[in-house]
């Protein structure tokens, strides 16, 4: 029967070509690189959003009668659940948060889904909705809803964590990779890697040990005080998160069609980071974040955003630590202060370890 | 970090490009090759050709453990696993080449318990604490790494672990550098040496390189400035007339060798008569085996092992490549049949394969004239 | 192969049948065996090259200072030349 409502639906997928060939989903779909992408552009996007006018964002923008408003989703699947710095219950709050912030909206309201696996202790999924009760207050959000679901006994790793927020955009800031030109210059508010290599050292495998941990946060903050203070130069924002700082700003080459110019020398990592990557031939600038954003700022902007985002708490380690230029196009290039430069490219799966 | 960040130091790098831009005879276009595959990495890394005068080429050798290793090799590992009852353990650098069924990586996402390790004595321990289930460690490199597998299967003997095996893929550096001076279309004037595999087996073993074939050759470190300084050395062998064999690296390199590491490899290895190296063929005396004294942890005896040859596509041209004959994008298949995302041959997923390093680093920066 | 990283000796391990180390890299820390170190034991203190958690050599701190020094003398030695044979005395002139 067909549903009654067919006529007043967008005809989105008449004609729709999916260009996603891969015979079957494997875990590089979901590890945030290429074949994320591929999956999002070939399959998901043909079928969902139609004809793409702007480039995928982390979060929708919508306008409601006037109203300039950003939706966002996340979903939250880490092993281990707790890890110094934080929890899946923070992660899943912060990172929806700043899927708003880098959208240039304000986080207003979550719901929350919660999908455990049989046999979970009780202990352990009040720990984490304290977590996310308290990470909520912490960024300013309301947590106004939710839905949980329990599955089979070895079905869903103990939990998976989704959330979804509303938030209203900042007035002034419209971000866009449409809007970036050469010459602009690329922020990053903090130092790179923590996250990704405290879930990496939690997870006991390695058997290394470091002061390190997860740099969860809302990132709302730092983004509000650049908006205060250049919100006009934002040209566009990214939360770094699976795929880390390489994959936002390919994303962001390709998607503007210039190229990106990183001075390598001047990206913040603490010691603990770079040792673990150095031993373990990890390049930080593919490893996770959860409270970090990069930005391209207007130049007549940047050192304005700097300041505010320095000025903030939680920003004092920010940086400018690049620039877009024309050539070569859809390229994210690192150079080293001798002169060396290499292609930064976007990773296919999850980040291995190596010896070689 | 100490012992690293000197040798990155943009000063000192400068310099020694410069020396490098007067040592270089600008009527001469040189050819080295670096033999290991860590410093293919390196070069792509740290764009070390970025600061070499256009006449220096660098030609990429085959010291690559996962490059080299057959396709049927790690079909044959992957097929010791099948048994729910068998944990598959290698290093990271080992998950994502493809056998004929698809990658470790792509194994374990099927249910096979597949495991990264960092060391192989890591592979023990999981061997310790889950003595109902067999541990197998798919041990790769060439004599850096052997040692070390070596002392984890003395220990497992010692200590009686008998639920641990090693599928041993160790092979050895210099008959691979012997088939590149025996290669036909070689033309290589002198060599980066390999400097970790000589913390082991020393600078000694490459004296027939310089005094029969005339090549100069120069153990050299990983950081820039080592790499660079090894140039520096080996302009200045050929600017004289020279060829003999130096020690770049020698805040770590002896020039004996580590004494303890080749006694270890040699009571629990022996060589193989011979080996084969992917896209170079069978080599002999390449490889090391599990001698007979160790049998029990050897994983090619307790398992059956389909030993199949895979030959691969006629149009990869991996061996071409791995012996610098051809350079990676000259390869018919590079960049579109075979990428590191779907890699046709190990040269483009191994992070150090030639291939893999060109088009992870490099490849992308000459899209247009700049 | 290859990946080796210099490492500092924090702390030796004592009995155990295997020879082991508590290594530090820029505060990250790690078990490392020293079994192929036996002929000459590193103390705390001592940096090594670690590679798979095995330590493959020590690092001589005196070996790298005489590097960088070589290294950072490029150049000056030629252009030291340069300098003296604009006074034209290595062609016999006074």
């Not at chain 1, 659940?81 to 880098?102: C, H, K, M, Q, Y």
Request: proline share 6%; with cysteine.
């Amino acid at each position: 029967m067909p549903c009654p409502l067919d006529d007043q639906a967008p005809s989105v997928t008449a004609g729709a070509k999916i260009r996603f060939r891969d015979p079957q989903i494997d875990m590089a779909h979901g590890a945030g690189g290429k074949a994320s992408r591929r999956l999002v552009e070939g399959l998901f996007a043909p079928l969902l959003f139609g004809e793409l006018r702007e480039p995928l964002n982390d979060a929708a923008q919508l306008d409601i009668d006037g109203t300039r408003l950003a939706i966002s989703t996340d979903s939250f699947v880490v092993k281990p659940l707790r890890f110094p710095g934080g929890s899946i219950g923070e992660l899943a709050v912060n990172g929806t948060v700043n899927d708003l912030a880098v959208s240039g909206a304000k986080a207003e309201a979550l719901v929350v889904t919660f999908v455990i696996e049989a046999g979970l202790a009780t202990e352990a999924l009040e720990a984490e909705v304290r977590a996310m009760a308290e990470a909520a207050a912490r960024a300013g959000v309301r947590i106004v809803g939710g839905d949980t679901k329990v599955v089979e006994h070895g079905k869903a790793d103990r939990m998976y964590v989704t959330t979804a927020g509303i938030g209203r955009a900042i007035p002034g800031v419209n971000v866009s990779a449409r809007s970036v030109r050469p010459g602009d210059k690329i922020l990053v508010s903090g130092p790179i890697g923590d996250h990704g290599i405290t879930i990496l050292l939690a997870r006991g495998e390695l058997d290394l040990e470091a002061e390190l941990c997860s740099d969860t946060r809302s990132v709302f903050p730092m983004v509000e005080a650049m908006a205060n203070a250049a919100g006009a130069g934002i040209r566009w924002m990214r939360d770094p998160t699976r795929g880390g700082v390489a994959t936002a700003l390919n994303e962001l080459a390709r998607d503007c069609d210039l190229g990106v110019f990183l001075h390598e020398e001047k990206i913040p990592i603490r010691d603990g980071v770079r040792g673990a990557c150095e031993l373990l031939g990890l390049d930080p600038l593919h490893i996770a974040n959860e409270g970090q954003f990069v930005a391209v700022i207007a130049p007549e902007f940047a050192d304005a955003a700097l300041a505010a985002v320095r000025g903030t708490a939680g920003g004092c380690e920010a940086a400018l630590i690049g620039e877009i230029r024309e050539q070569p196009a859809a390229t994210v290039l690192g150079s080293a202060a001798y002169g060396g430069t290499r292609v930064i490219d976007m990773l296919v799966g999850d980040p291995l370890p190596r010896i070689c | 970090m100490r012992f690293v960040d000197e040798f990155r130091d943009p000063e000192v790098i400068t310099k020694a490009a410069d020396e490098i831009r007067r040592l270089a005879d600008s009527a001469r276009h040189y050819r080295f090759m670096e033999v290991c595959g860590g410093h293919t990495h390196a070069i792509y890394r740290f764009g070390l050709k970025d600061v070499l005068p256009a006449n220096i080429e660098l030609v990429h050798g085959p010291g690559c453990p996962v490059c080299v290793l057959p396709m049927g090799r790690i079909d044959d590992g992957l097929a010791m696993a099948k048994d729910p009852n068998v944990v598959f353990t290698a290093f990271g650098d080992m998950m994502r080449v493809p056998g004929t069924q698809g990658s470790p990586l792509e194994h374990k996402a099927r249910g096979m318990d597949v495991r990264i390790v960092y060391s192989p004595a890591d592979a023990l321990t999981i061997a310790e604490k889950n003595p109902d289930r067999h541990v197998m460690f798919f041990a790769i490199g060439f004599e850096t790494t052997a040692p070390s597998t070596a002392l984890v299967l003395m220990r497992a003997k010692a200590k009686g672990v008998r639920n641990f095996s090693v599928f041993c893929n160790h092979v050895t550096i210099i008959p691979g550098i012997r088939a590149i001076l025996d290669s036909p279309d070689m033309r290589i004037d002198a060599f980066i040496g390999p400097g970790h595999v000589s913390t082991v087996i020393g600078c000694r073993p490459y004296e027939w390189i310089a005094r029969t074939e005339k090549k100069p050759i120069v153990v050299s470190g990983f950081e820039p400035a080592d790499i660079l300084q090894a140039i520096v050395m080996l302009l200045r062998q050929l600017n004289n007339g020279e060829a003999k064999v130096e020690n770049q690296y020698t805040r770590v390199v002896p020039w004996e060798g580590n004494r303890a590491a080749l006694k270890a490899m040699s009571e629990v290895f022996e060589l193989r008569p011979f080996f084969e190296w992917r896209g170079m063929g069978f080599i002999s005396q390449s490889a090391l085996r599990v001698r007979d004294s160790y049998a029990e942890w050897d994983a090619e005896r307790r398992f059956a092992m389909p030993g199949l040859r895979v030959t691969d596509p006629k149009a990869a041209q991996c061996g071409e490549v791995l012996k610098g004959v051809l350079k990676p994008w000259q390869c018919k298949l590079f960049g579109t049949q075979c990428t590191p995302e779907r890699p046709v041959g190990a040269l483009m997923v191994s992070s150090e394969g030639s291939c893999a390093a060109y088009y992870n680093y490099e490849h992308r920066k000459h899209a247009v004239p700049a | 192969m290859c990946l080796a990283i210099p490492a500092k000796i924090v702390d030796v391990v004592p009995g155990d049948d295997q020879a082991s180390a508590l290594v530090d890299v820029v505060g990250v820390r790690r078990r490392v065996n020293t079994g192929l170190l036996l002929d000459d034991p590193p103390k705390p203190g001592d940096w090594v090259l670690v590679h798979v958690g095995f330590a493959m050599s020590k690092i001589s701190e005196e070996q790298a200072l005489d590097q960088i020094q070589t290294l950072n003398m490029m150049g000056e030695q030629q252009a030291a030349l340069e300098e003296v044979s604009g006074y034209g005395v290595d062609e016999g002139e006074t």
